[in-house]
């Protein structure tokens, strides 16, 4: 079987947050790690850039591109579980939301995850997509072993052990190296989680911050602006038995309150921002605790359907307090009106070479606006704070760094373009974006 292609430059291809567009030469579907190669060697050959996408979750530009377009589709096989060896390999196109059934039905679990699962899985790690967590990191980080298509067609098999310098940068690579055809990554038995969600004023949460992230394993809360509140979400470990969300009290909460109300109260608040504050303050007092046991990535994630533009930054964790009390501070002296709350998550050091996480124990700062809002004045005075605390924007989520900015906060930062310039010389994988961040 062939990989399917169309030409022409008339397919469109636009994000899930329709903020970029892109008018492909090509748009190919490869079935195969030979076919993604061919792919990648003809692109080149015609002198055309190639970029693989996934399912579009990011809010740069990353995967656009006016040459070749990869779409994944086809290279969603799971090669095999192990459980002896605590692994699992998967094609590069798998959507996260399968490989967690797949590994519940194994009695397996992934330790941590975002809060989505609608990515595939190549697209997921290649932007460092990650949840929350005292002791376990982001998705790139449980990777043990990729493949990797680099830009003459070549296949290179990427681990600790083989070609271990392009392994402690591939995965999170931001599409610049090549494009990843396979993944393994560490699994664990499978466990359940108890979830207690409680509201929480913000001079608490941020009085307390430390000591609420060193005793959960997994912490975070949403501070509403305009509001002194808060929502936190505590997720630990438990020997069970499950006991989730009875299923009327779950649609209740995360359909109906928080996609279809909250999708309402975002578009009453577009037409009307004036009313914002006010809706924030009703919404934010009417949360209610609740306690949940379930399975591990029913607990970790939820349905996201209103569709927004975030950014995403993460600071050193003791620059976490001072940064909040700054953001929230400037959001109260402004006139700026924001429906979205603000979300607060931590990760721990890792050794990847560009993760958000790299070298220091981190804690992650998202701002979000509704779709088709005006967000950019609100974004920039974020930024401008986030940036004073020596901040690493999220490499998917919007942001205005460039390669002199981010070289200076990132330690290994010349080791990632060093690689980049050996194996991509003519840029096969480059497009405006990675040119902005990475450089020429």
Not at 79 to 84: F, Q
Not at 303 to 320: C, D, L, N, Q
Not at 425 to 438: C, K, Q, S
Request: proline content about 5%; glycine content about 8%.
């Amino acid at each position: 079987m062939s990989a399917t292609s169309t030409t022409g430059g008339t397919t469109t291809w636009r994000n899930w947050a329709g903020n970029v567009a892109a008018t492909p030469r090509r748009v190919v579907t490869p079935a195969s790690v030979d076919e993604l190669a061919d792919a990648v060697r003809r692109a080149a050959e015609d002198g055309l850039t190639a970029k693989a996408v996934g399912t579009g979750h990011s809010f740069t530009a990353a995967a656009a591109t006016e040459g070749v377009l990869i779409r994944p589709e086809r290279l969603t096989a799971i090669r095999g579980i192990d459980a002896d060896a605590g692994t699992v390999t998967v094609e590069a196109g798998l959507p996260l939301h399968r490989l967690n059934r797949a590994l519940h039905a194994a009695g397996l679990s992934l330790t941590n995850m975002g809060d989505i699962m609608e990515q595939t899985v190549a697209g997921a790690t290649s932007t460092g997509t990650h949840g929350t967590g005292r002791d376990s990191g982001s998705l790139s980080a449980q990777i043990t072993a990729l493949e990797l298509v680099t830009a003459d067609g070549s296949v290179l098999t990427c681990s600790a052990h083989e070609n271990a310098d392009v392994f402690a940068a591939a995965r999170l690579g931001i599409g610049a190296l090549g494009v990843v055809a396979s993944l393994t990554l560490a699994v664990e038995p499978a466990f359940l989680l108890t979830a207690r969600e409680e509201p929480m004023p913000f001079a608490r949460v941020t009085e307390e911050f430390g000591r609420l992230v060193a005793d959960n394993e997994h912490f975070e809360f949403y501070w509403f602006p305009h509001t002194g509140n808060c929502n936190t979400k505590r997720n630990n470990r438990s020997a069970g038995p499950a006991a989730p969300l009875p299923a009327l009290r779950g649609w209740l909460d995360d359909e109906l309150l928080s996609n279809g109300v909250f999708q309402a109260v975002c578009a009453l608040g577009k037409a009307v921002p004036a009313a914002i504050p006010g809706i924030a303050r009703v919404s934010s007092r009417a949360l209610s605790a609740r306690t949940y046991t379930d399975t591990a990535y029913k607990v970790f994630t939820s349905p996201r359907r209103v569709r927004f533009v975030e950014m995403e930054y993460a600071v050193p964790r003791e620059a976490a307090v001072p940064a909040l009390r700054e953001l929230k501070a400037m959001v109260e002296r402004s006139d700026l009106r924001i429906s979205f709350p603000v979300e607060v998550r931590v990760a721990p050091a890792d050794d990847l070479t560009l993760s958000t996480a790299s070298g220091r124990d981190s804690a992650y700062i998202a701002v979000h606006m509704y779709r088709g809002s005006r967000y950019q004045e609100y974004f920039t005075a974020v930024e401008r704070i986030m940036t004073a605390h020596q901040g690493r924007p999220h490499w998917g989520k919007l942001h205005t760094r460039d390669a002199a900015y981010l070289a200076g906060v990132y330690p290994r930062f010349g080791e990632f373009t060093a690689l980049r310039d050996r194996l991509d010389p003519a840029r096969v994988f480059g497009n405006d974006y990675l040119r902005r961040i990475l450089g020429d």
